[in-house]
């Protein structure tokens, strides 16, 4: 019995060895690709690379994607083991019809690509115009390499620019992903959105926007938002910063930021930091009529003001200018909401509001829902709180 017992010790033994040792079907990371990021474009059959071979291959004539892909460069160290200075990534461009065709043109390579490592696709509004969002990205849902983390964004320029080398040394990829680091201080910042935040809105026809990004001087930097009409799924234009800004209002979802205004008459500035923002939508049926009121509420410092021989602490001074903020504050929202009916795309969720609060209208209303939010009113209230003026009461004068 002991020799037994000592027999199945010495197995099991071993065989935690052979199973510590390793794994049998791993590969060296440096001969994989990995992928960092993707920018998808739309170009013209006439356009320099739309005759590749895909592309002559093909017998549609009318879409052509030109796929971008960021592949991560391994470090590499000298013999103290401090990695060497250099460049971070490289791309690569493919001309096709299809996501699934251009990537089989990559593993002509001898490395083949590894998807489980993406952050970042960015998708050219042109190309948007052409091909729904769900068509786009359905390669991207059913491959199970992909993460549904990584986060999506448009551009109003060509995407692959988005990925090129701004700063030495860093990844394009991977600073797209950082720049929402500094929601806190914008108010005209959107919400990051990942792959999986679009799934539902593309599953029901919902609108949503995508945060847009653009290469300047300094670097790339998020401009505006992109938005999704529900129904086609396609590019329905370009939300400006100051529309960003009055939609987060609406929506509820401001993380921080600023509001700057003037004072009536004298035209003299004082900014508002927000601390905290909230939003109601309330949805009023009255017979066949629907209408929304939203309810603004916030919370925050006199943190600049450049006010003409009073005390910043006086009360009816605070008063007056939180009613100012309140005023621009609605003036804000009502242009996104304007924004949102010429467009003929609503993303703020006045239509999540129906559907909760009136479920039997909303079943009417489903079916054609950006349509029919161009004719409905919607008026705002605004109520600010200013709890604090800074650590100094004095003025500049």
């Known amino acids: 019995m002991k020799k037994a017992r000592l027999g199945m010790l010495l197995i099991s033994a071993l065989?935690?060895?052979?199973?510590?040792?390793?794994?049998?079907?791993?590969?060296?990371?440096?001969?994989?690709?990995?992928?960092?990021?993707?920018a998808l474009d739309w170009i013209s059959p006439d356009e320099n690379g739309a005759s590749s071979a895909v592309g002559k291959e093909s017998n549609d004539s009318k879409q052509y994607i030109?796929?971008?892909?960021?592949?991560?460069?391994?470090?590499?160290?000298?013999?103290?083991?401090a990695a060497s200075p250099g460049k971070t990534f490289y791309n690569e461009q493919e001309t096709g019809n299809s996501n699934m065709e251009m990537t089989r043109e990559?593993?002509?390579?001898?490395?083949?690509?590894?998807?489980?490592?993406?952050?970042?696709i960015v998708i050219g509004s042109k190309l948007l115009e052409q091909v729904p969002m769900n068509e786009l990205l359905d390669f991207y849902l059913a491959d199970n390499d992909i993460r549904?983390?990584?986060?999506?964004?448009?551009?109003?320029?060509?995407?692959?620019?988005?990925?090129?080398?701004t700063h030495s040394g860093q990844t394009p990829a991977f600073m797209l992903k950082d720049l929402f680091n500094n929601r806190s201080r914008?108010?005209?910042?959107?919400?990051?959105?990942?792959?999986?935040?679009?799934?539902?809105?593309?599953?029901?026809?919902?609108?949503?926007?995508?945060?847009?990004?653009?290469?300047?001087?300094?670097?790339?930097?998020l401009s505006g938002a992109g938005i999704i009409r529900g129904k086609t799924r396609e590019y329905g234009g370009h939300l400006s910063e100051i529309d960003v800004e009055g939609l987060q209002w609406i929506t509820g979802d401001l993380a921080g930021g600023i509001v700057r205004v003037a004072e009536p008459g004298s035209q003299r500035n004082f900014t508002y930091e927000i601390k905290s923002a909230k939003s109601e939508i309330k949805a009023n049926v009255r017979g066949d009529e629907l209408s929304f009121h939203v309810t603004l509420t916030s919370t925050g410092r006199i943190s600049e003001s450049f006010v003409n021989k009073e005390n910043k602490g006086n009360n009816a001074l605070l008063a007056k200018?939180?009613?100012?903020?309140?005023?621009?504050?609605?003036?804000l929202a009502q242009q996104a909401v304007a924004k949102m009916k010429s467009l003929r795309a609503e993303a703020a969720g006045f239509g999540k509001t129906v559907r909760i609060q009136h479920p039997a209208l909303w079943e009417q209303l489903k079916d054609d829902w950006d349509r029919e939010f161009v004719a409905?009113?919607?008026?705002?209230?605004?109520?600010?709180?200013?709890?604090?003026?800074?650590?100094s009461i004095m003025t500049v004068d």
């Open 376 to 391: 409905i009113p919607v008026t705002f209230s605004a109520k600010v709180h200013i709890e604090d003026y800074g650590a």
């Open 321 to 331: 200018q939180a009613d100012i903020v309140e005023e621009r504050v609605i003036a």
């Open 106 to 120: 990559s593993y002509l390579s001898n490395q083949s690509p590894a998807g489980f490592h993406l952050k970042t």
């Open 66 to 81: 030109r796929r971008t892909v960021q592949f991560v460069l391994p470090e590499k160290g000298d013999n103290s083991g």
């Open 15 to 38: 065989t935690g060895c052979i199973l510590l040792a390793g794994c049998w079907s791993s590969s060296p990371i440096e001969e994989r690709n990995l992928e960092a990021g993707i």
């Open 148 to 165: 549904l983390s990584l986060l999506l964004f448009t551009s109003t320029g060509m995407a692959s620019d988005a990925f090129k080398e």
């Open 186 to 221: 914008s108010a005209r910042m959107v919400k990051p959105v990942s792959l999986a935040k679009v799934i539902g809105p593309l599953k029901s026809g919902s609108s949503f926007i995508l945060p847009n990004v653009i290469v300047t001087k300094q670097g790339v930097k």
